[in-house]
């Protein structure tokens, strides 16, 4: 008789009985006894024979992370590991998070599946997945491969590096049908090996799974030309735009019979890492020997070739979908890959001088905080010196020492807030909190970017990092890797300074105006909001005057009524945003410092939807279908899924609302920009321009230009930008802003620290 576990955190009411639907008998344990908010090692107490259980069903990340390592219970619901373990999300998380249904309801199936014998463990066969480093025997499988009748193979490679310059190529991994699959190593690629592999994959169609990075690999080291691809990645990020689900070993363990087939490679790096004394961060996969090596890393090919077959299938049923990633994604990876290797121009020695004149900054602020009395009389009350960088000492200095009255706000463990928002609002009553938050914020530019750039360099002192396409829901570009160009510091121009244009160059950043509200003027059909446009007026002084009804010109406004103007451009981005009153009343406080009430900002709401009607039903309208549908789509065919909008907590479901109005003008406005600069790279390289795009922030463009083609650049950028896609004012084109300069700070660096 088949045996059968189940562990879960901690004693509960849950009735797993029911839940599993009474299809089998089970024993119950948990980890811990006593019920805790969180778990730590000191407090497990199970006392369980593993071996006396053919199955173990883990309820919840803190079972799972127990007994495999595993963290993401998501990620492993439903999912053999380990042979014996089979994880599965709590049950209790339905009641307030209805888009877990799907995976409950999957796990449980696959769950019963396994217990009842319906569902048998894959063992891998080592015939069908394997390494070749004879090149006779690669040649001979090359030509296999050349006359089998599938149109398509993947690809996959594994490298030392995540970025071409940084590493070498150890092998390819190559698929041209189901459960077969090779992994062929570098070292064993002649000329005439080359050769047959570019003729394989001009014939047929390439498959990979994250192209941006294999294409970045193969064609800077081997020289590889890919006519035509197709990359799973973002084939599943328009089945399901959720982050963190795209990976393939994540979609190898919900998608295919394999599930964790990397698990044996997993354990020996594990091992090797502990045995050898490296860190994890440390190693790098010339560590593995080949023979280990080669069955993954061949799977990882023949993974990605039924990932194919699978999604190829689920994205055609779609036409909305196969639009996008025809026409968006496919196009957006192969100009990001072009962006990613134009590399963002840093001057080093600029750099040097950012360090020390940060590092004195930093040293001159802490220096005058050290000559409060209160912080002195904390001091010797303490008997040690005052850390700014402790939050247990900065809560006593602020609370107790010098008697401020904390905001309310708590933190995880319930205690008294110190953290930025609060910070600033003690800053309005004593100078200590302005000075913490300087040390605070000059400390995170020097240590996260300014220490972090210099040896991440490539020799052309041109910094390669990452930018992401499959990274968000609202389907905004990302960046990550050796620096994350979306969280410059804005306030402080001293990293945008060290962007620097070489010599006879200069960088340009073009940046869309107000295009999110420019969106939603289009998609409402809101006359009044689409004339303000139309004025060519200054924007929110425009909307100011409307919706107060000031008498003066337009351009008068930002002298005449600066208070006035802050509360319109709030409730404007508040709106496309989804803020409320007391939201929108504490932006303007902050922005305006002069005092917005939830009152006042009430009123004024109110004033601004009597103007633009048609805006607010429109909202309305958009409001409905997504708790009627719990989807929507984009102009440009995004699909959202907003299926915590049926969630019986209130707060829950309006976050969803607020999520999907904001997707429906985010993405729009994002693709606008992603779509100009797509077409404007491919203008470049097709008329032989040496301008070079570097980089996508948020609403900008960023470019180093030759002097001489900087008008050119300009006009040809702008006219893609402005072109008609379907979200179009007629006689206002959405606006594009260009700035001219030496460094991406555009002399705001030399003016403050010159």
Avoid at 39 to 68: C, H, M, P
Avoid at 299 to 321: G, Q, S, W
Avoid at 667 to 693: F, P, Q, R
Wanted: some cysteine; overall charge negative.
């Amino acid at each position: 008789m088949t045996k059968v576990a189940l562990i879960d955190k901690a004693p509960n009411r849950t009735d797993y009985v029911a839940h599993f639907k009474n299809e089998f008998k089970f024993d119950q344990y948990h980890l811990c006894s006593e019920q805790k908010a969180k778990i730590l090692k000191r407090d497990v107490d199970i006392e369980i024979d593993l071996d006396e259980y053919d199955w173990i069903i883990l309820v919840g990340s803190e079972a799972l992370q127990n007994f495999t390592r595993e963290k993401s219970i998501t990620e492993y619901s439903g999912k053999l590991l380990n042979d014996k373990y089979l994880p599965i999300i709590n049950p209790a998380m339905l009641a307030f998070k209805p888009e877990a249904r799907r995976t409950w309801d999957e796990s449980l199936e696959a769950v019963m599946g396994y217990i009842k014998g319906k569902i048998k463990p894959v063992q891998i066969d080592n015939k069908n997945f394997f390494g070749l480093t004879d090149p006779e025997e690669i040649r001979g499988w090359l030509v296999d491969a050349l006359e089998a009748p599938t149109g398509y193979i993947a690809c996959d490679c594994e490298t030392t590096g995540l970025f071409p310059r940084d590493g070498h190529v150890l092998g390819i991994s190559l698929a041209y049908c189901r459960d077969h699959g090779v992994y062929i190593l570098s070292d064993s690629i002649d000329e005439d090996i080359e050769y047959m592999m570019q003729e394989l994959f001009t014939k047929k169609k390439v498959i990979f799974h994250n192209a941006k990075f294999d294409l970045a690999m193969l064609e800077y080291h081997f020289g590889f030309k890919f006519p035509r691809i197709e990359d799973t990645m973002l084939m599943h990020y328009m089945l399901n735009e959720n982050p963190g689900t795209h990976g393939l070993k994540q979609l190898a363990l919900k998608h295919t019979k394999y599930g964790n087939y990397e698990r044996e490679l997993t354990d020996f790096i594990t091992g090797y890492c502990k045995r050898n004394g490296v860190l994890k961060a440390q190693f790098t996969w010339d560590m593995v020997p080949f023979d280990i090596m080669q069955v993954y890393a061949a799977m990882d090919a023949a993974v990605t070739f039924e990932l194919y077959e699978l999604m190829d299938e689920a994205i055609h049923k779609n036409l909305k979908l196969v639009k996008v990633y025809r026409n968006i994604l496919l196009p957006g990876m192969l100009f990001l890959k072009d962006c990613q290797d134009a590399g963002v121009p840093f001057d080093r020695k600029r750099l040097e001088i950012a360090q020390n004149l940060m590092e004195k900054e930093i040293q001159e602020a802490i220096d005058k905080l050290y000559e409060f009395p209160e912080v002195k009389t904390f001091e010797i009350a303490q008997g040690k010196e005052f850390n700014p960088n402790s939050t247990v000492q900065l809560r006593s200095l602020l609370f107790d020492s010098i008697g401020m009255t904390p905001t309310g706000k708590k933190t995880g463990t319930g205690q008294n807030s110190t953290d930025a928002e609060v910070l600033n609002k003690l800053a309005l009553e004593h100078a200590v909190p302005q000075l913490i938050l300087d040390i605070r914020q000059k400390s995170k530019i020097k240590n996260t970017y300014l220490d972090k750039i210099i040896p991440q360099l490539d020799r052309d002192s041109r910094l390669r990092t990452n930018f992401n396409l499959h990274s968000t829901t609202s389907g905004r570009l990302s960046s990550s890797g050796k620096l994350n160009m979306q969280q410059i510091p804005r306030d402080n121009p001293i990293v945008k300074g060290c962007i620097r244009a070489k010599e006879g160059n200069k960088i340009v950043a073009m940046d869309l105006t107000t295009a999110e509200v420019y969106v939603a003027a289009a998609l409402s059909g809101d006359k009044n909001l689409c004339d303000v446009f139309k004025s060519g007026g200054n924007f929110h002084s425009s909307i100011a005057k409307l919706v107060f009804r000031l008498a003066c010109e337009v351009e008068e406004v930002g002298d005449l009524y600066p208070f006035e103007r802050q509360a319109a451009k709030a409730v404007t981005f508040g709106i496309m945003y989804g803020a409320g009153p007391h939201k929108i009343s504490q932006q303007v406080t902050k922005d305006s410092g002069s005092e917005f009430t939830v009152q006042e900002a009430k009123g004024v709401i109110t004033q601004y939807f009597n103007q633009f009607n048609r805006l607010r039903n429109w909202l309305d309208e958009q409001k409905e279908y997504i708790e009627a549908n719990a989807f929507l789509y984009s102009t440009f065919g995004r699909k959202r899924r907003l299926e915590n909008v049926k969630s019986d907590d209130k707060g829950i479901s309006a976050h969803e609302v607020r999520s999907g109005i904001n997707f429906l003008v985010q993405s729009v406005a994002s693709d606008i920009n992603l779509l100009g600069a797509i077409d404007m790279n491919n203008y470049i390289k097709e008329n032989g321009l040496k301008s070079k795009i570097f980089a996508l922030v948020h609403d900008s463009i960023l470019a180093e230009c030759p002097e001489h083609e900087i008008d050119a650049y300009s006009i040809k950028l702008k006219e893609f930008i402005q072109k008609d896609r379907g979200i179009y004012i007629n006689g206002a084109p959405v606006g594009c802003d260009f700035e001219v300069g030496d460094d991406y700070s555009f002399g705001k660096f030399e003016k403050l620290y010159a």
